[in-house]
């Protein structure tokens, strides 16, 4: 008989070796589930860094035309790229969907335009940019709202459940400068709708909704939201109008080209009031995030009057927490010119200014005058006037720079000087007229009139002397 003792070792070591392959099971199971855990974590996205919505960009007059392409902008992968890289976290994307949904119900939207919305919404999350699709250009529910609703929700309820699934960064709004027979009543009810409807498949996107009347921040008050802690409201702003829509093609009657942003008080004072009575209002609703949907000036008017205005309206807004997008990537309001392949430098900056970097704006009435742009601080920046004299008898004269600094310009010659840089600077040419040609002119053709009149007077004299005094000798 074996010892007690073999038996306890034997009934030990059976214990052990339970121990031990619960233990290594346990380790499996560890291994697996951490394996699993990470698997399930990669498509959670919430565990994934809050999307950033501050700075963003709008790629207008692309899918928002009645087919990409029409209005000259067809949405390249690589423009992504070209916008993170400058520094934007946002990019919005109008969407005309109503010119690819069925006008019947059950108002089915095209699965080859889909796909193309998709390509270009992955491609945008692929840069780690915040995403904004919106309804753009829906022009028949602006003239027949009722007549229209029910194709408004489906569009909502096909774009809703196809993008369920996408990260957060992906933000929906539902429609672009509602107006005309949308009014804010029955924007208010179809809005609810719609909010309804997105939030059965994504019941916690971030829906940005905007006011009737154009999305203008004079709606604002008429606007009613339903409680929901995921809503964003935008507002347009384009003031003033005459300058920012200067020769605008789509407005009838289009404001007469010439008009300056010179940033004045008044002008200023516009611009701040409505932002804060977009802060003001959302206050009062319980700190409600504000999103600048659309802001920019047109091609048409002056670039040193572009890069104040866009300049100063970015920075209010961001002074205000509210985040903006610009009108728009590369079209008529571009920041981005498309055909030169690169950023037009003076609107980026005044976007996404840099460190260090002040504008400098040579502005003159006649001919044109080079050295406007963004300098670094501490460096000269050369403005040269192109002519100094222009007219032929009432002549234009340069006379002086405006809002040069004795102490730190410095003169080069007659129309040309250089300027320091210590913070934005502002020169102008400043021309006077002059007559001394035309006095000349004046005086010689009054002198030689004088002497034609004397000369025929003299002529009369003498022939009325009698011509027999010359002949009496
Ligand atoms: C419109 C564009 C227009 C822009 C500036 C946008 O909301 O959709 O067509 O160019 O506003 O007027």
Sequence with gaps: MKPNRTLFSESASKIYNAAALILISIVVCSMFLR??????????????????MSRGINIGNALEAPEEGM?????????FGIIREAGFDTVRIPIRWSAHAEEKPPYKISDEFFRRVDHIIGKALEQNLTVIIN???YEEIMRDPLGHRERFLAIWRQISERYKDYPESLYFELLNEPHDALTSELWNDLLLHAIRVIRESNPTRK????????????????LLLPSDKNIIVTFHLYTPF????????????????????????????????????????????????????????????????????TYFVAREAEKRNISWCYWEFCSGFGAYDPRAGKWREELLNALIPKMGMH?????TEHGSISGSGWYYEGTYATIKLERTEFGFLILEVFDHFEGLNPEKDRIIDEGTVEIYVDGPREVKAIWRRDYTRLIL???????????????????KIFSQIPLKIYFKK
């Design 71 to 79: 209005w000259g902008v067809y949405i390249k992968d690589e423009y």
């Design 359 to 363: 504008y400098v704006s040579a502005d």
């Design 135 to 137: 309804v753009h250009h």
């Design 35 to 52: 394996e699993t855990c990470s698997l399930l974590s990669a498509q959670d996205y919430s565990s994934e860094p809050k999307p950033k």
């Design 441 to 459: 002119v004046v005086g010689v053709i009054g002198i030689v009139c004088a002497l034609l009149i004397l000369h025929s007077k003299v002529l």
């Design 207 to 222: 829906i940005i909704v905007g006011p009737a009347g154009w999305n203008s921040v004079y709606n604002l008050k008429d």
């Design 242 to 309: 005459e300058f920012t829509h200067q020769g605008a093609e789509w407005v009838n009657p289009s404001p007469p080209v010439g008009k300056k942003w010179l940033g004045t008080e008044g002008e200023k004072k516009q611009i701040i009031d409505e932002l804060d009575m977009a802060v003001k209002w959302a206050m009062e609703r319980g700190n409600i995030p504000l999103l600048l949907g659309e802001f920019g000036a047109y091609s048409k008017a002056d670039m040193n009057s572009r890069v104040r205005w």
